[in-house]
């Protein structure tokens, strides 16, 4: 019952909210005194945000976000002064969703938040206007001079109220908390603005798969980010021709697939494009490896670590921060076996954290014991490499065949390059192992 009690107390949020834009308002504009100001309560009024602010994240462990918890509140409090109907026994209306939103933006649904805005921008010019017609002094400000020059402050003074009437003091305490409303709102346009931009039909995946291009099959490159309509590829050593469709294949766990793109933006290491398929099968291809998320979620960084206040602190005074993980960068390799005519599969490699001789390795295929492979990294020519599993690392996930009906391994590996040998598999090349 206790949690039934809380799930609807917090719609009293939104009165709440009202009341902290309202405020500043009354007083910027009717001179009202919200509370009784003093040189000591004012100081806690000022300093509880940054108070506030530096407990949320020391106790969140870093993991809490306040700009993001305030951006959601602004958004939600509208939707919590509407639910009061309930409590006039007034049924709210259903609506479902949209679920064809696509770069639009409802002004209309946040008229609640700009007339905050527009209000508070009003108050704060009619409170300068004002002072410029009446700038009165009041002891809170003499105090406060006082504190500055002389460096102490008697207690009668620290404790002393401010006379009621309008003044340069209730101006700037009140104009405080009204700036601090038009951020939040400012902040929540934009956030609305970014996200309309944002907004695809298909949710755009940042994973790196192997790539080669029409006429080059001896170096590949990789995908940045890539949806069921959309790719973006890094190409750092490699200009494309002028042309409006580039042929290309995607290396995907469940073998290449090759497709066209459309060239929709180009810049320096960089080229963007939209499928053209010819078929739908080739793209539910893609739709199956995209959607597999089993492996997707390898990439993330698990024990990533946020910093809190205390570790700021800590590392001012020259202490190191332990179980901090360094973000990894995961390379899409393309991986076949010596003397085999099976064709080659993705490889993902990361740099690993326990030793510069190690790798961590996701792989579609299972490595059990040391062997040899031919090995193609992002711009560079095939090299034979003989790869050692050290041991397999243990996953995010439950270990289960994606959509593609494929699985995956982790694994702590040595990877470690032969003399040039000749193959046929991919193309044979000297370099380096990076």
């Avoid at 004012?42 to 020391?58: A, T």
Wanted: glycine share 6%; with cysteine; charged share 15%.
């Amino acid at each position: 019952r206790l949690s039934y009690l809380s799930l609807g107390l917090i719609y009293l949020e939104g009165w709440q909210q009202l009341l902290l834009f309202l405020i500043p308002l009354c007083a910027l504009v009717l001179g009202w005194v919200p509370f009784e100001i003093s040189l000591f309560n004012v100081l806690l009024v000022l300093c509880y945000p940054i108070v506030s602010y530096v407990l949320l994240q020391e106790f969140g462990c870093g993991f809490s976000r306040f700009w993001t918890n305030e951006i959601f509140a602004m958004a939600r409090w509208p939707v919590h002064l509407a639910s009061a109907a309930a409590l006039l026994g007034k049924k709210l209306h259903w609506r479902s969703s949209a679920k064809n939103i696509q770069g639009r933006v409802s002004w209309w649904l946040m008229m609640p938040q700009l007339a905050i805005m527009i209000l508070s921008i009003m108050a704060l010019a009619y409170a300068g206007w004002r002072l410029n017609q009446e700038f009165v002094v009041g002891p809170l400000a003499q105090s406060l001079m006082q504190l500055f020059s002389n460096g102490q402050v008697t207690q009668a003074v620290l404790f002393e109220p401010l006379p009621a009437g309008y003044s340069v003091e209730l101006v700037v305490i009140a104009g405080f908390w009204a700036v601090l409303n038009i951020v939040r709102v400012g902040l929540f346009i934009a956030k609305a603005l970014r996200n309309a931009r944002q907004s695809h039909a298909y949710f755009r995946f940042s994973i790196p798969l192997p790539v080669t291009l029409e006429g080059d099959q001896e170096c590949i490159v990789q995908t940045v980010s890539i949806s069921e309509d959309w790719v973006r590829l890094a190409l750092p050593t490699r200009p494309l021709m002028p042309s409006q469709t580039l042929s290309l294949t995607l290396y995907l766990p469940d073998g290449p697939l090759d497709c066209v793109i459309k060239i929709s933006r180009r810049e320096t290491g960089f080229v963007e494009g939209d499928f053209i398929w010819f078929n739908q099968a080739q793209q539910d291809r893609l739709a199956a490896t995209l959607y597999s998320v089993g492996w997707q979620r390898e990439l993330q960084p698990h024990h990533a670590y946020f910093l809190t206040p205390s570790d700021v602190v800590a590392h001012m005074f020259g202490r190191a921060t332990l179980g901090v993980e360094p973000k990894r960068q995961w390379q899409a390799c393309l991986l076949q076996q010596d003397s085999t005519s099976q064709k080659p599969v993705p490889l993902l490699v990361s740099q690993s954290t326990e030793s510069l001789q190690t790798h961590e390795v996701i792989s579609f295929i299972p490595l059990s014991e040391t062997k040899a492979y031919s090995l193609m990294q992002p711009g560079q020519r095939a090299v034979s490499v003989t790869i050692t599993p050290l041991n397999e690392q243990p996953i995010a996930s439950l270990r289960h065949p994606g959509l593609n009906g494929k699985d995956f391994r982790r694994y702590i590996a040595i990877i470690a390059e032969n003399p040039t040998i000749a193959y046929t598999s991919i193309q044979h090349s000297t370099g380096a192992f990076k």
